[in-house]
């Protein structure tokens, strides 16, 4: 899961086995959550969101979770390969007026051969 | 698309001076932010606009200002850096509803001696 502080949690999987990231969000009125890749040295790059609406959104090898009761969200990577080795971050959407994104601290993937 | 670039992408200043860091976005967004990435902690908001010719603060904006330019660029200011100012600078672009995805440019990696 993702904790504040100077060191990344840290996720080590086997190639081929699925992973699951795991985030708590803060605010009951977001409405809107992105799970965000950030390869090192690169800005981080749009994985897959959901609406508060929903519980479940699946993608092309990934699915993100949302348990609003928990305020908590997960990301799953089927067959985990080592391009998938990356920090992730999940972002919650505080609506309203303002419409900001607020990130969690990561989560260090890394995928062993 | 070029989609959000940036520059530089690297800069070392020495305490006091002042430098500009240069965005642009050329998918037609209407908002634009800018966010600070401090090792083992997530993203944090600068300075965001939600449309051209407006400005508002973010989490951490003491030390920088901001120039919405026109719509596609959004410049980040630091007037008299400060050692505290090291960090990865991110800008990033949405076309302003709420569940629209953020685009992430590259990234400036700043040092401040």
């Known amino acids: 899961g993702e904790s504040v502080g100077l060191h990344l949690p840290t996720l080590s999987v086997q190639e081929g086995d699925n992973s699951i990231i795991n985030c708590a969000y803060s605010n009951s009125a977001s409405d809107y959550f992105i799970w965000y890749k950030q390869e090192s040295g690169k800005g981080p790059q749009f994985i897959i969101d959901i609406r508060s609406n929903m519980d479940k959104r699946q993608g092309q090898r990934v699915t993100v979770l949302l348990n609003k009761t928990v305020k908590h969200l997960s990301l799953q990577i089927a067959a985990t390969q080592p391009g998938d080795s990356a920090v992730y971050f999940c972002a919650e959407n505080i609506g309203g007026a303002t419409n900001k994104l607020i990130f969690g601290t990561g989560t260090l993937l890394a995928v062993q051969p | 698309n070029a989609g959000v670039t940036q520059t530089p992408k690297f800069q070392v200043l020495k305490t006091g001076q002042s430098m500009t860091l240069q965005c642009a976005q050329d998918?037609?967004?209407?908002?634009m932010y800018w966010y600070r990435q401090d090792p083992g902690m997530g993203l944090r908001l600068i300075y965001y606009?939600?449309?051209?010719?407006?400005?508002d603060k973010g989490e951490v904006p003491n030390g920088y200002n901001v120039s919405r330019l026109n719509k596609r660029e959004f410049s980040l200011r630091l007037e008299s850096a400060a050692p505290s100012q090291t960090s990865v600078y991110f800008c990033?672009?949405?076309?302003?509803?709420?569940?629209?995805?953020?685009?992430f440019g590259p990234g400036t990696r700043l040092t401040v001696l």
């Open positions: 990033a672009s949405r076309t302003g509803g709420p569940t629209d995805t953020q685009y």
């Open positions: 606009s939600a449309s051209e010719g407006t400005t």
């Open positions: 998918m037609n967004h209407n908002s």
